[in-house]
């Protein structure tokens, strides 16, 4: 099945070191899991694109291909079961062409990741104050005081309280917000140019929740870094994300600036996710709207377009043909036999 | 609340659950539950809303008899049953039943569907061996399952399926009450709806008693009659569905409501939220007074040495705060000072996050109830 | 999520029911085919032994003691003249048979009072588990070797106090995973149902222990015919004029210089079957393990 969704960035932008330039640029990217069942498609042909300063969001559902696509951008998917093709190009270079020392160089350093679990994603025997100056001593080789000295500033900048008494602490000393601001700052330590962050704030408490988004946002401008932010739930990043692209079933199905999607909505995915979602700033109707049927299992993907065993307004070249991502404005495109409007 | 014991089915007075520290401690224990009063009636669906620890799912299980109370009264239709022996308590527990929030871990993986939703009748004696065959695939028709699938391992499900196969295991005993404990927040969000719906359809058809337990004060509003919310262990505020939502009193909740994110964007330009700061509080050491107090922006001189009492302030709508104590009134006006001056104050309790709260933002909240 | 992963994982075989699953897995792993054609062959042979044994395994040629290997005796004679081949056949369904037997009758005590302690936890759980611990403090040859003396030679003596002892093991992985799984929904699913605690022991959490008791019961049984062999050797178990591959060692050693076929071939035959089941065992462990499921190895 060709995908024709891995055509090119829409317009080149600014050159690549200032805001606005190409900072990460993934080009048809496949991922396939060797499973005792059979072999796995988790992401089927994905491009898309981060530009420096900017918020990316990725947003789908479990099994969507979502955390694949993002692990797969630092080389972290388990060679053995995964297999992983097509172009990642970091301000130009490809990241598979690289060796184990320099992609260790960028991870961290360039590169940084921020994963969901707050409560395993920190080591439970070190020091707080240790593992947030980690980054710090492999890539910028300072001794452990400066480390720490440092690492106390990032906690202070994550707006921890007395951070010189809790970098001596441990991780369960802390709160699940606090561990997730503590992995912030450990993810900002080197400055990088792109945060990836992995469904963050998902694991957290509601409150929690837009303290967290709102404090990595604040940090990635202030470092005037990127970030590419994973989520399933698209209210979480409708005020944070420059851009979004949603993604089903290992493919993106409609991708726009973030004020074209929610506003106008092209792809029926999309439109059934907005409306599905029960929201406080509409009355409440009796029922929701519902997507009906399951997601698919990905070893037995439907034939034609993944999403239209569940579409309302399949026809049937869509159960035959799975439909070329398609731009319907200069920012806004989706992969959609029918024109459809929100 | 004007209605007496005949219009409540399960009902807890005074109900406290403490868990201890340690196994061999002898120090009280954490409460979870802190003495609190609650009346769910025939017929309606509760919602009850609180962050993660704060008790919630406790307070479920304890109106179930799963967990023993360690003070205060259990009733169900008007009979005490907060610390009964299992075998006393089993004309009880046909009557109500649990829904869970893991689809995954809620069935047991060595049954099939079918015997698991059968197991159940067998047990309260609705059907035998022989006639259950029928019954499950009713059951399974009635959550929206095809019944051909009786014959099927929870594994071959996806997250949204054994959710209703949950659900139906739970209707199988021909329950009068169901407790669920957050049940759709473990499923995907096109999903979600539809397990919203399946509820909303079931309580319509055969007018159930529901205790919704969710975190997401969004999915909340769309099935329940009223809403309580749970902050570390006490009932803050309790009212009808309409009043919580258009009229939040408890800081707490104005607080829950501003934190639900939006699916909505009309400008090009990112903005900012305005979020409240501070941590949820340890149950192992909460704050004095009104647990909320420390992240409260309106927090005044008696919210940190006295607990609010929950008040009836206007018709169903109770609350706890010392905002709307008849003689705190004529403090009202002061909020935004008052939470100014605590900036800067050291935190109480687990959190250690001193709060920089948006007192504007607050204040145009509670512009609404002034 | 991530906690109900493993528990899925934990608990749920890949595909379709346990059997099906395990003997999808087995075929997966080399070392566990090899164990369990190993096992399978040696099994056919012991039960096949009256069929295909050339000769009575009793009967005597005192013509031919001690004869090297043969055109009519493929493996030569013993010590009375007696067909060592058919001797070998004959002592596999001895041995495997004590080994499995032992095995069975230790999980048979053993599992239960896991369930009970596991399950029930608090003052049952400890009571049992310190019953537990005293058994283990024996070392368990030491016993059996005393339990054999005192109730006199044989080999269901052998096997009754290899149950005595057996048990602790199975006890506490049983207990370990009824911990868990009594700490998942469904359990409580079946609580708030009314389902009484017998049931629930034996429907909902017996059958999610299944996994690690197969491994168990796997590794045990290699074990245990190590054991039967070594009793055999020190001669308290099986009697004359039975064979067993511990007896047959036990004599063939006096003539190790004469005829070392009659001692290397019982030798050969516990290490095939002992390294069979620990095989099957470990590729079973891995077949189970949750981290490798879903993926070839």
């Known amino acids: 099945m060709s995908t024709v969704d891995a055509t090119t960035a829409i317009d080149k932008g600014p050159p690549n070191d200032r805001p606005g330039g190409l900072l990460l640029d993934v080009r048809d990217l496949r991922i396939t899991f060797s499973t005792r069942q059979g072999d796995v498609n988790a992401v089927n042909g994905v491009s898309f ?23 797969s951008l630092l080389r972290l998917i388990p060679e053995l079961p995964g297999r992983v093709t097509g172009q990642i190009l970091f301000e130009g270079d490809d990241l598979y062409k690289m060796s184990t020392a320099e992609i260790q160089a960028i991870r961290g350093d360039r590169i940084a990741m921020i994963f969901q679990e707050p409560m395993t994603s920190l080591n439970p025997v070190h020091t707080i104050g240790r593992q947030v100056g980690e980054p710090l001593r492999v890539h910028r080789g300072a001794s452990a005081d400066d480390a720490l000295a440092r690492a106390a500033e990032l906690l202070g900048g994550v707006n921890i309280s007395e951070p010189e008494i809790r970098i001596r602490n441990y991780p369960h000393q802390f709160s699940g917000g606090m561990r997730q601001r503590v992995t912030i700052a450990m993810g900002m330590g080197c400055k990088p140019d792109l945060i990836i962050a992995d469904e963050p704030t998902t694991a957290l408490d509601v409150t929690i929740q837009a303290q967290v988004l709102e404090l990595l946002c604040q940090q990635v401008d202030n470092n005037h870094s990127s970030m590419l932010i994973i989520t399933h739930n698209l209210g979480v990043v409708a005020q944070y994300a420059d851009r979004v692209f949603v993604m089903y079933a290992g493919r993106i199905v409609e991708s726009a600036m973030a004020h074209e999607l929610y506003s106008d909505p092209r792809h029926p995915y999309t439109m059934g996710l907005l409306s599905s979602v029960p929201r406080l700033d509409q009355r409440a109707t009796e029922r929701l709207a519902e997507i009906a049927g399951q997601p698919p299992d990905p070893l037995k993907l439907p034939p034609g377009c993944p999403f239209q065993p569940r579409c309302p307004r399949a026809i049937d070249r869509c159960r035959v043909e799975m439909p070329p991502l398609e731009a319907v404005s200069q920012t806004h495109k989706r992969a959609c036999w029918v024109d459809a409007h929100g | 609340m ?3 014991n005949s219009g409540a089915l399960v009902e807890a007075e005074s109900l406290s659950v403490h868990f201890p520290r340690h196994r061999s401690a002898t120090r009280p224990g954490i409460a979870a539950v802190d003495r609190i009063d609650l009346k769910i009636h025939r017929g309606e669906i509760l919602g009850l809303v609180g962050e993660s620890g704060c008790g919630k799912s406790t307070l479920a299980r304890t109106l179930l008899g799963l967990i023993e109370p360690s003070g205060g009264v259990v009733r169900f239709g008007g009979d005490s049953i907060g610390n009964l022996p299992e075998r006393q308590m089993r004309p009880y527990r046909r009557r109500m039943q649990i829904v869970f929030q893991d689809p995954y871990s809620s069935l047991n993986p060595r049954m099939r569907i079918g015997e698991t939703i059968a197991e159940a009748m067998f047990i309260h004696g609705h059907a035998t061996k022989s006639d259950a ?16 699938m009786a014959g099927r391992f929870p594994h071959e499900f996806s997250g949204g399926q054994r959710q209703r196969i949950g659900i139906a295991r739970a209707l199988a005993v021909r329950p009068e009450f169901i407790a669920c404990d957050e049940p759709v927040s473990a499923l995907d969000v096109s999903i979600q709806a539809q397990i919203v719906n399946l509820l909303h359809d079931l309580r319509e058809k ?92 309106h927090a005044f001189a008696p919210c940190a040495l006295k607990q609010p009492p929950l008040r009836e302030v206007a018709t169903g709508h109770f609350v706890a705060c010392h905002l709307y104590e008849p003689q705190q ?42 | 999520m991530a906690i109900t992963d493993v528990a899925e994982k934990l608990l749920v075989p890949p595909s379709g029911g346990t059997f099906a699953a395990l003997a999808s897995s087995i075929r997966r792993h080399r070392l566990a085919s090899v164990g369990l054609i190993v096992i399978v062959v040696l099994c056919l042979l012991a039960l096949l032994a009256p069929l295909i044994a050339p000769f009575d395994p009793y009967h005597q040629d005192l013509y031919a003691v001690l004869s090297p290997p043969s055109a009519q005796h493929w493996l030569g ?5 007696r067909d060592l081949l058919s001797r070998i056949l004959y002592g596999a369904r001895v041995s495997l048979m004590t080994g499995l037997l032992c095995t069975f009758l230790a999980a048979a005590i053993g599992v239960p009072i896991g369930l009970l302690a596991g399950y029930t936890g608090g003052a049952m759980d400890a009571i049992l588990m310190r019953v537990t611990d005293a058994f283990l403090c024996f070392p368990p040859l030491i016993f059996i070797l005393a339990m054999s003396a005192a109730l006199g030679p044989g080999l269901s003596n052998v096997i009754l106090s290899f149950a005595l002892f057996g048990w602790t093991g199975f006890a506490r992985i049983v207990r370990g995973q009824a911990l868990l799984v009594r700490e998942l929904p469904f359990i409580e699913a079946a609580r708030a149902t009314g389902v009484s605690r017998f049931r629930i022991m034996w429907r909902h959490v017996f059958p999610n222990t299944l996994a690690p008791i197969i491994v168990a019961i796997s590794i045990t049984v290699g074990g245990a015919i190590l054991v039967e062999s070594g ?51 470990d590729g079973l462990r891995d077949a189970l393990d949750p981290r490798l499921n879903g993926f070839d190895r």
Not at chain 1, 49 to 71: H, N, P, Q
Not at chain 2, 139 to 148: M, N, Q, S, T
Not at chain 2, 342 to 353: I, K, L, V
């Open chain 1, 49 to 71: 694109d981060v530009r420096r300063g900017e918020i990316v969001a990725i947003v789908g559902e479990s099994g969507c291909g979502k955390s694949a696509t993002a692990l």
């Open chain 2, 2 to 4: 004007a209605d007496t």
């Open chain 2, 133 to 148: 065959a029928p019954l499950v695939a009713d059951l399974l028709k009635l959550v929206g399952l095809d019944p051909a």
């Open chain 2, 206 to 297: 055969m007018g159930l008693t529901f205790l919704f337990v969710s975190h997401d004060l969004a999915v909340v509003r769309h099935i329940s009659d009223r809403v309580a919310i749970m902050y570390l262990g006490r009932i803050v505020e309790i009212a009808p569905k309409e009043r919580v939502y258009d009229e939040p009193l408890h800081p707490y909740t104005q607080a829950l409501l501003l934190a639900v994110p939006v699916p909505t964007r009309t400008s090009q330009k990112r903005s900012a939220r305005k979020v409240m700061q501070g941590e949820v509080p340890s149950p192992l050491n909460p704050p004095s007074g009104c647990h909320f107090h420390p992240r409260c922006p």
């Open chain 2, 329 to 370: 009134r004529s403090a009202e006006p002061d909020h935004a000072e008052d939470s100014a001056r605590r900036e800067g104050q050291t935190p109480h309790g687990g959190g250690s996050q001193v709060m920089s709260t948006n007192p504007g933002q607050m204040i145009e909240r509670s512009g609404e109830y002034r």
């Open chain 3, 77 to 81: 004679t013993d010590n009375l003249g």
């Open chain 3, 231 to 281: 009793i055999s050797f020190l001669g308290l178990g099986v009697q004359p004029p039975t064979a067993s591959w511990g007896k047959e060692l036990r004599v063939g050693f006096t003539y190790l210089e004469v005829v070392p076929l009659f001692s290397l071939a019982p030798g050969l035959m516990i290490s095939l079957a002992v390294l069979g089941f620990n095989f099957l065992g």
